[in-house]
T-cell receptor, first 114, second 115 residues
């Protein structure tokens, strides 16, 4: 069974640009969450999607957005990129959104903003 | 747990010894806890989980202990191997019940296994 797949693996952008990251969950998993990982702040929750609806949102500005498609695949978008957005963006999937569901992570997309 | 950023606490362990990694969590209402292992260039890998109605759970070579009184979680790795070298994170799910997954991660502990 394939794991969580994230594309692209690496991305370099400049300030002011926007970026879209993609995530394909484990087959059968319908909940997708996104996390940002930086050396300074560690792992921080961005948002969670289930049935194409955002169910939970972390404390990030509106420049960070996401969506989920009917096949459970998800994308996240960051607009007007800032240097501080440089990070590893991780996607995680689970069968359903519940507090005791195991989350499985992909390898992430490493975003560098110059 | 609180993020300690670049200065991750490091645990150096001799190959074959047991490792104990500690974590303090923040929310007394959290009811589900997970330990993850992250190797360089990879995403966090699920190791073991525990619900708040338990105080101990064992897996293959790993044991998680939960002390709700002092909000403390620990991961014990038996007979540590070179492949166990990684950063270990504890995470608590403090999402509202049935509202979904929202993990709060600790800052991580780096484990270095010496041959």
């Amino acid at each position: 069974k394939a794991g969580v797949t994230q594309t692209p693996r690496y991305l370099i952008k400049t300030r002011g640009q926007q970026v879209t990251l993609s995530c394909s969950p484990i087959s059968g998993h319908r909940s997708v969450s996104w996390y940002q990982q930086t050396p300074g702040q560690g792992l921080q929750f961005l948002f969670e999607y289930f049935s194409e609806t955002q169910r939970n949102k972390g404390n990030f500005p509106g420049r960070f957005s996401g969506r989920q498609f009917s096949n459970s695949r998800s994308e996240m978008n960051v607009s007007t990129l800032e240097l501080g957005d440089s990070a590893l963006y991780l996607c995680a999937s689970s069968l359903k959104p519940a507090t005791n569901e195991k989350l499985f992570f992909g390898s992430g997309t490493q975003l560098s903003v110059l | 747990g609180e993020s300690v950023g670049l200065h991750l606490p490091t645990l150096s362990v001799q190959e074959g010894d047991n490792s104990i990694i500690n974590c303090a969590y923040s929310n007394s209402a959290s009811d589900y806890f997970i330990w993850y292992k992250q190797e360089s260039g990879k995403g966090p890998q699920f190791i073991i989980d525990i619900r708040s109605n338990m105080d101990k759970r064992q897996g293959q070579r790993v044991t998680v202990l939960l002390n709700k009184t002092v909000k403390h979680l620990s991961l014990q790795i038996a007979a540590t191997q070179p492949g166990d070298s990684a950063v270990y994170f504890c995470a608590e799910n403090n999402g509202v019940r049935a509202a979904g997954n929202k993990l709060t991660f600790g800052g991580g502990t780096r484990v270095l296994v010496k041959p």
